[in-house]
């Protein structure tokens, strides 16, 4: 079966960096799009970046451009996110996801799902 699983999340201070990683298993990785979403504390969950199957077009959000970015290793199967310049807004929960069809921007555009790992970042 299909399994993401998310690793790399942690406390920091604001200002720091950290890199998330997802290691996909079960899916010919390099035929779907891959995004990182996050959901802080009773807010929706929402895109934080994608990109597409080969890595030749990517997507961030507003909040996160120039400080995010967003990679992926077809060989080691394996989604990034490098996070610097980190704020405490940036706390939540993140989310790696795939879509066999779409690099979309929204929940419903993606099929699997991991299991999330926590990022906190202290002022």
């Known amino acids: 079966q299909v399994q993401l699983v998310e690793s790399g999340g942690g406390p920091v201070q604001a200002g720091g960096s950290l890199r998330l990683s997802c290691a996909a298993s079960?899916?010919?990785?390099?035929?779907?799009?891959m995004a990182w979403f996050r959901q802080a504390p009773g807010k929706e969950r929402d895109i934080v970046a994608a990109?597409?199957?080969?890595?030749?077009?990517?997507y961030y959000t507003d909040s996160v451009k120039g400080r995010f970015t967003i990679s992926r290793d077809n060989v080691k199967n394996t989604l990034y996110l490098q996070m610097n310049s980190l704020k405490p807004e940036d706390t939540a929960v993140y989310y790696c996801?795939?879509?066999?069809?779409?690099?979309?921007?929204?929940?419903?555009?993606?099929?699997?799902w991991g299991q999330g790992t926590q990022v906190t970042v202290s002022s």
């Open positions: 079960g899916l010919t990785f390099s035929t779907y799009n």
């Open positions: 990109i597409s199957r080969f890595g030749s077009s990517t």
């Open positions: 996801a795939a879509s066999r069809v779409v690099m979309g921007t929204t929940r419903n555009d993606y099929n699997y």
